[in-house]
Nanobody, 118 residues
Framework: QVQLVESGGGLVQPGGSLRLSCIAS????????MRWFRQAPGKEGNWVGG????????TYRDSVVGRFTISRDAAKNTVYLQMNNLKPEDTARYYC???????????WGRGSQVTVSS
């Protein structure tokens, strides 16, 4: 059974940092594209960044470039989202996503809330 479990969210002041973790189980971690998405209240979800299949380099949406870093530890089946210099507009629920190769089956975690406020 595929399972993604996020952790590490919380309340942080503007300019602060958080690191989210996503522990994956039930599938071959290295063969999936691993991504992070976020959804703010009342807004559509957006891709934050991640690794595509076979890639060792993460890509990011423009608004987080230079502030967010995605990494993974294959031995721990874990992907991380390091968020620095957080801004109020980063407030959202952050979701881990695993996407298989064709037929592109997508799995989601339950999310972790990040609130940036003074």
């Amino acid at each position: 059974q595929v399972q993604l479990v996020e952790s590490g969210g919380g309340l942080v002041q503007p300019g602060g940092s958080l690191r989210l973790s996503c522990i994956a189980s039930g599938f071959t971690f290295s063969t999936y594209a691993m991504r992070w998405f976020r959804q703010a209240p009342g807004k559509e979800g957006n891709w934050v960044g991640g690794f595509t299949w076979g890639s060792s380099t993460a890509t990011y949406r423009d608004s987080v470039v230079g502030r967010f870093t995605i990494s993974r530890d294959a031995a721990k089946n874990t992907v991380y989202l390091q968020m620095n210099n957080l801004k109020p507009e980063d407030t959202a629920r952050y979701y881990c996503n695993a996407l298989s190769t064709a037929p592109h089956i997508s799995y989601w975690g339950r999310g972790s809330q990040v609130t940036v406020s003074s």
